[in-house]
Each structure stands twice: as C-alpha cells, then as structure tokens.
C-alpha cells in the first residue's frame, strides 16, 4: 500500500514526457480554444517546461548553471567565487560616500524660484554693524529641494461663461483663452505614453489604470493613436541615426527574442521554415558621439548589422564588430574586424567552477587582472592608442600564459574534452583571435556589456507589455527606443528632446541631420536667435 505524503507536504506529479511533434500537437489543438494572449503564455509555459527537462537530461548539464539559467546570477565576480580570507592588516574599505542621496544639481529639470530677503535689499546698512552695506553675488543662494506628487496626466477645464438674450434666444460664449489650445489633447501627451511605455516599460492599460485613479481618463486606444501620430514627427531622425551609424568607427549588436502577433500568425499560416522573432541592439561608436538601433522582426542580429552597414561610405575604414562568438550575430556582407565578448567565455568557467574549482580559479583570477587594466585605462580616461599600449604592456603577457596553459590541458589530455571544463576551454581557444583583438587594434572592446544594457529596454517591454501585436507597433517601438536610448547615452533629457522635434517638424523633415540628440540644442539656439 502506497504511503501517504507527510501533512502539508504536496504529492509528487506523475511525469509526463512528450516529443517535440506531440507537444506542438497539443499547441496546434489548444490555439482555437484559447484567446491569443492566453493561448501565448499556455504555449510559453510547456515549451519552458520541455526545455527545462531536455536540459536535465543533458550530462553537462550542472546544478550552477541550471541555477543561473532559472533565478539568475547575483554575482559572478571572481572574490565570491573563490572567496579568500581577509588578511589581518588588510585595510578596511571605506564606505562610498553619497549614500544614494542627489545634491542639488542633478535636479536639472526643477523649476527655479527664486526668494529675495523679505526686509533687506542690496545697498541696505547691515543690521548687525551698521558699518558697511548689504551686497548680492557674493554667496551661491541657499537651496531648498521641494519634490512634489502630481499625475503624470492632469487636466484642465476651461468653463466658458455663456450669456442669453431672454427675448431672441442668442447665445454669447466668452471666447477660449490661448492655453486652451485647438485640440482635446496636448502634442506632448503622445510622446510622454511613448516615452512611459518604451523607456519606462509601463504598458498602456497600466497607464490607463493610473489616469483612471486620478480622475482624467486616457484609454489605451487613445494612448495608442496619440503616440502613432508623434512617432511620424520622430521619423526622419529615425533614419538619420541609422546612417550616422553606419558611419561609426565601433558597432556592438546583439538580439534576444520578442514576440509579434500578426508576425508570428503569418508565420504560422504560410509554413516558414524560420520562425524566431527578435529584437536586435545595434550600439555604435562615432566619434564622441554613441548611437543605439533597435529592430524587431525575424532578422538575426547579425543581419540587422549589415542592413546598417549598407548605409556606409565605401571609402570609410573597416570598422570593428563587438558580438558574441554565434555566427547568426556576425557581418555577412562587409569585411570588419571581429572582436568577441571575453565575459562570455569567462561565463563558461564559471558555470562549471564548483566542479572544477583548481582549474577555474586559474583562468577567473588571470581573466580578473585583464578586466581591471581595462578599468584602470577608463579610470585614466585614455585615448585608442594608448590603451592599446597599456593592455599589450599589462594584459598581454597574462593572456599569452592562459594561453599556454589551456593549450597544455588540452594536448597533454589533462582534461575530459567532452567536460564542461573542456568545452570552457575550447570555446576559448577556439575563439582566441576575436577574444584578444582588444591587444592588437585600437579601440576594440573587450566585452559587449553596453549592448546588452541596452537590450533590457526590450527586455523590460517584452516582460510588461508581453511584445507588439502588429509589425507597425513594433516599428513604432523600435523607433522611440532607439531615440530615447541614444539620449540617454549622450546625457540628453529624451522628452525634451522628443518635445523639441514634434515641435519643429517642418524643419527636422528638411535637415534631420541638424536635429540628432548631440547638436539640436545649437540649432535650437540659431532658431531663436533668427
């Protein structure tokens, strides 16, 4: 007789395999049964779930990397990895300073209000000797930061007094004042629930919630038509960032994946042979300037790149391509100079470092020197070519004995080729030239994190809003990402900016080159100046 679980102790479900056919049977037979976003998250559910035992069943499959995959990594810094004792006149580290306070000058967007002394006036005797005057100038003013509570949305109601004739019946309204505007709703509405929902990952019907709680109704179709009409204003500088990065002298690009409905439909009914949808990151380097692209549809990362590239001026030097080592991310059609990501082959050794704790500590603790010459030459604020000389000086003769060492386990068959630990190695050394082009061409990375940063604004979209119902919203969101990232990495305020092209749409449609996030402040300036 089969024993009864303890009190509050769940019984174990009995476990049901199927293949790869069945369960796309099952999804095939459940889709008109269920609505389209049930019938996503249904079919996202028991693919995870088959993935997930698939990947048990697999040998090389360790506890660590299984834990990654499923909650994530805290930390994968080398000190709590390997953590060591504390020597006993190691120094205690001071405790940064700021503790997560803002002073006030990062508080670029307040209103300033200024305060005169309520009795005393420059050129007044001072109270206190009586000897000299009072004087202005002569001290910063005192500051007092006020931050306030207010919706994100509010309204206004306008009541235009109406007078009537009791004999004739004619009405006389008050006339509307200017601030009343020709339209129910401000310009800038559409381009703030674009910034909320692209930048901020804030979906419409959260918005709409929100507004609801607040007394001023913005329901999503509004929210949606809104938006649409202010992203045509965004267009031309759309395009414009695409040749301005085609032109840089470093392309990053990566892709994770997204979900498009009509997309993923017409996949389905025409039988295609790729059915994976994306959202590209193409990150690039002009000059001082960066740029951030985004693309969703079923390109890879890598095809994306070189509809960019096809932008570029043929007589411009090959550029540099920072990726990781898959070849769906790498340049089909132009010559670059291919770096890969070395965190991610760190990434292999620390997914099977508690297996192989001697071996690991060796490669985290060399590639841990490499990566803090490569803080020290940020901390210096060093150009191109003296970076260069300061890896091949510093990083060079490090990287030169991992080399050696990983050549030596494996010629000397000192470790399992088919083991985590080998295939760690051999994706290293498979990989070594783009892994260390950082040690031989100037300006070349040494990982790709920027890109992947900026791969969390989809990220964050696909998690809120769960990806784009048509091919056009997703065009449109791939369009205010691009701009309000690209702001962000040149340390422009995005709604401003976004503000400022709606505003002037005539001009950015005849020069969108003169209105990019880095020079629209001067031709804003020549603007009023004229």
Known sequence: MAKSPPAGERKAP???????????????????????????QTAGLLRTLQWLMESIQKKNLTLARLHRWIFG???????????????????VKARRKGHGRNGVGQYTGARRVPVP????????????????????????????????????FSA??????????????????????????????????GLM?????????????????????????????????????????????????VTAAAGGELLHNDDTTMRVQSLKKQKADSGAERTGIFTTSILAKAGSHHIALFFTGD???????????????????????????????????????????????????VDVAMDFPAECQTVLESLAVVFKNEAETRKLNLGPEARLRFHQEHSQPVMETLQAWMKEQMDQKKVEPNSGLGEAIAYMINHWEPLTLFLRHAGAPVDNNICERALKMAILHRKNSLGYKTENGAR???????????????????????TALQQNAGAVKANPGQWLPWNFSQTLAGFSTN
């Not at 990594?73 to 120094?91: L, Q, R, V």
């Not at 096809?310 to 790498?330: E, T, V, Y």
């Not at 449109?476 to 976004?498: A, K, Q």
């Open 193 to 241: 629930v674009g910034f909320l929902r692209y930048g901020c990952g804030l979906p419409h019907y959260r918005i709409e919630k929100m507004q609801r709680d607040f007394g001023v109704p913005l329901p999503q179709s509004t929210q949606w038509e809104l938006m649409e009409e202010s992203a045509r204003d965004l267009e031309p500088v759309g395009r414009e960032l």
């Open 476 to 498: 449109i969101g791939d369009l205010f990402m691009s701009l309000i990232h690209t702001c962000r990495l040149n340390e422009v305020n995005p709604f401003n900016y976004l």
């Open 14 to 40: 009995e476990i049901t395999t199927l293949t790869a056919g069945q369960l796309e049977a099952l999804m095939a037979s459940l889709q008109p049964l269920l609505p389209a976003a049930l019938y996503d």
């Open 299 to 349: 390109r890879h990362a890598g095809e994306n790149l070189d509809l960019v590239l096809k932008h570029r001026d043929p007589g411009l030097d090959q550029p540099i391509q920072m990726c990781d080592a898959l070849s769906r991310n790498r340049s089909k059609e132009f010559e670059v100079f291919l770096a890969n990501c070395l965190p991610h082959g760190r990434r292999n050794f």
């Open 73 to 91: 990594a805290s930390t994968e810094k080398t000190g709590s990895i390997f953590p060591k004792a504390p020597a006993a006149d190691a120094p």
């Open 117 to 152: 002394h309520p009795s005393l006036r420059a050129g007044d005797a001072c109270p206190a000797c009586g000897k000299d005057k009072a004087r202005v100038g002569l001290r910063a003013p005192l500051r007092i930061v006020r931050i306030l509570a207010q919706p994100v």
């Open 156 to 189: 206004v109601i306008f009541e235009l007094e109406q007078l009537r004739c009791n004999l004739c019946g004619k009405l006389y309204a008050a006339p509307a004042p200017p601030e009343a505007g020709v339209s129910k709703h401000d310009p800038n509405v």
